[in-house]
Nanobody
Framework: QVQLVESGGGLVQPGGSLRLSCAASGFIFNIYDMGWYRQAPGKQRELVASITSGGSTNYADSVKGRFTVSRDNSKNTVSLQMNSLKPEDTAVYYC????????WGQGTQVTVSS
């Protein structure tokens, strides 16, 4: 059974940091590209950051220089370090695996507010 389980969300003040983690199981993790997406209320889901099976990374312009995506193939985990958080980063964050099959986690809420 494929599972992607996100953790690490919460409430943080503007300028603060959070680290999201995604634990994967049920598929061959090290051959999959992994991504973090987010969806704010009333908006479409958007790609935040991705990391290929080979370790190449890509970021949305809105988070470049503030967010860092990484993976640990020995632990089947992918992480998203989020620094200098802004209120506009508030959203549900989802972990995604692809491209052979498309898998999604259940999401974790990130709220940036004073």
């Amino acid at each position: 059974q494929v599972q992607l389980v996100e953790s690490g969300g919460g409430l943080v003040q503007p300028g603060g940091s959070l680290r999201l983690s995604c634990a994967a199981s049920g598929f061959i993790f090290n051959i999959y590209d992994m991504g973090w997406y987010r969806q704010a209320p009333g908006k479409q889901r958007e790609l935040v950051a991705s990391i290929t099976s080979g370790g190449s990374t890509n970021y949305a312009d809105s988070v470049k220089g503030r967010f860092t995506v990484s993976r640990d193939n020995s632990k089947n985990t992918v992480s998203l370090q989020m620094n200098s958080l802004k209120p506009e980063d508030t959203a549900v964050y989802y972990c995604n695996a692809g491209p052979y099959r498309n898998y999604w986690g259940q999401g974790t809420q990130v709220t940036v507010s004073s």
